[in-house]
């Protein structure tokens, strides 16, 4: 087993390698602007590093969000090229059960929420009974309402940070944005046990903003 | 061994506006055209809704690039380039055919070519009618854009010689045919009706054609007020709009122009060659009118067939063969999606003029929208 594993949809350009039974190597940056940019030359980096060519590659993992639109199109193009391009299957993984699975790696067991940076003063969201479970559904809230739901518990991810308010127990010294590290190894457990994956399309959770227009401007002064 | 030929084969990759387009060409043979189009989720907006359009460009790319391989009965292994529009268009939008195009070049070891959309709308010519004359004089009208451009080498120049001030020419098409109910896009719409309408029974305005205006730029944002003005008089006053009769005088305003100045363009530069590309290509009074004019004046009109005139990947394929065949540059592998590219930026050669050599640090960057980045 050789996965290559990517993220976009946090800050974080993020890509793996991992060889079923641990990281072979990986390239993280936090740039928030430049996923198009960075994606193809961080590859290229960890395939480099490891010393395969991506063709070696036996499946591609990808996190399909939720997150920013824009950049979260670019992991998710990647991957499904990639994989038309090799024959290889593409797995879809949510976003928020890679920070979940990195946190428990770092060591945080029980219930906990994980919340990334929705802009718009809202948080993508979910909440695990432990690192591998997940109890809700990804959404997309503002931090206000659902404060009452998330009070108390641990909270993780660059989303909890930013509203201490709501998020009551910050565990801000765990990885905040998306590591494809972490990633590629909850895949590669989850291939070994016959885990479940998400198609590779994005989770959007919003509609996108388009209104239909009114009757037209009348252009004759009155 | 599979048959070579020296001609370079290019897959090329669109998606800089609501079509997510890809083509197989091999030099100036036209292999394959596959399109997909998200035009009828953005009717009922009356315009291109970028995040609609990026969405469905994610959802059709990897289909359309396996629907053009099989429509050219080609291998991906065989191809000698990728190319794709880097620009200018959608920032998003872009952003998807970028991606996949980087992701396709790297996972079959083929060179990449990020190139300009103007200067693939010219190129694509060269499927139609051979090598293009050089240099070449274009028009390029569409819902996006309106632009002549002089193009001594359409791989490494191109020169703006003009482009509209205020709407591209389709959007004013868009905006009238939503003053008379007609729905979007408005092009084809207009272009029927005006058939049954006198194209001299309302004398509209001619943007921009006094004494001391630009010889080369356009302006229709004035027409389409005179347009909008002129209808909402005759509503004011209870009385009829002629529709085939305001289709056929605004159409011909629009279009009277375009070919005044391509041809003024032509004549003061001493070209005797005349492309015109873009979706408003399509238009019927255009084609007449161009094939008219040029015809007085000596040139030779080139107008490919609808179908390649609007956004699509053969064009884009069309440019990057051209690419391959003149040696050029390719692109690298942090090839950036550049909404504002200029036209006289024919392609995005990499910092090294390598594709397969990276730079680690790359110090300036594209602003890749200005507010819509993250939604
Ligand atoms: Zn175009």
Redesign the pocket.
Known sequence: MLLLALDTATPAVTAALHDGESVVAESTQVDARRHGELLLPAVDRVLGEAGVKLDAVTGIVVGVGPGPYTGLRVGIVTAATFAAALSVPVHGLCTLDGIAYAAGQAGLEGEFVVATDARRKEVYWARYADARTRVTEPAVDRPADLAERVAGLPAVGAGAVLYPDAFTDVRDALPQHQSAGALAALAAEKLRTGGEFLPDQPLYLRRPDAQVPANYKVVTPQ | MARRTDEPLVLGIET??DETGVGIVRGHTLLADAVASSVDEHARFGGVVPEVASRAHLEAMVPTIQRALKEAGVSAKDLDGIAVTAGPGLAGALLVGVSAAKAYAYALGKPLYGVN?LAS?ICVDQLEHGALPEPTMALLV?G??SSLLLAPDITSDVRPLGSTIDDAAGEAFDKIARVLNLGFPGGPVIDRYAREGDPDAIRFPRGLTGPRDPIYDFSFSGLKTAVARWIEAKRAAGEHVPVPDVAASFQEAVVDVLTRKAVRACKDHGVDHLMIG??VAANTRLRAMAERRCEDAGITLRVPRPKLCT?NGAMVAALGAEMVARGRASSSWDLSADSSLPVTDTHVPGAHGHAHEHSHDHDHFHELSKDNLYS
Do not use: E, I, K
């Open positions: 800089s506006c959309h709308h569409s996006g854009h873009g979706g956004d």
